[in-house]
């Protein structure tokens, strides 16, 4: 599986976190580094992985919408931008996935010329 360094940002272009990822087909996963990740956003990450964790899945929707508030984008090697769907972050584990819509793919993964079933 091809990997390659995707830097995540938030809507001004500040990187929020550096991740590195593979297209696993239905999302991108990998490792993330969240050494530049602000304190109130690295949080949310932390409440998401609990709440996951311990399975307190009726608190999941609001963390998941203050995570998405941050309209977080993704910077691919090849240059290519674009926004995150269903975000998540694991600070512990440091395991990130994402998705990206369905009309962005990243030049840097010819095999998934037609994104797989699943992308937003």
């Keep these: 599986m091809t990997q390659q360094t995707v830097k995540l940002l938030d809507a001004s272009g500040r990187v929020l976190a550096v991740a590195r990822v593979a297209d696993e087909g239905t999302h991108f996963g990998g490792t993330i580094n969240l050494e530049q990740t602000p304190a109130e956003l690295r949080s949310l990450f932390d409440d998401f992985e609990e709440i996951v964790n311990d399975q307190m899945l009726s608190f999941l ?16 090697e090849d240059g ?13 584990s440091e395991e990130v996935s994402f998705k990206v819509p369905a009309t962005v793919t990243p030049r840097i993964f010819p095999q998934a010329e037609t994104p797989a079933a699943g992308y937003d």
């Design 61 to 76: 929707d609001a963390v998941e919408e203050k995570i998405r508030s941050w309209r977080i984008r993704a910077l691919f």
């Design 80 to 92: 290519s931008e674009t926004p995150v769907c269903d975000l998540q972050v694991f600070p512990t």
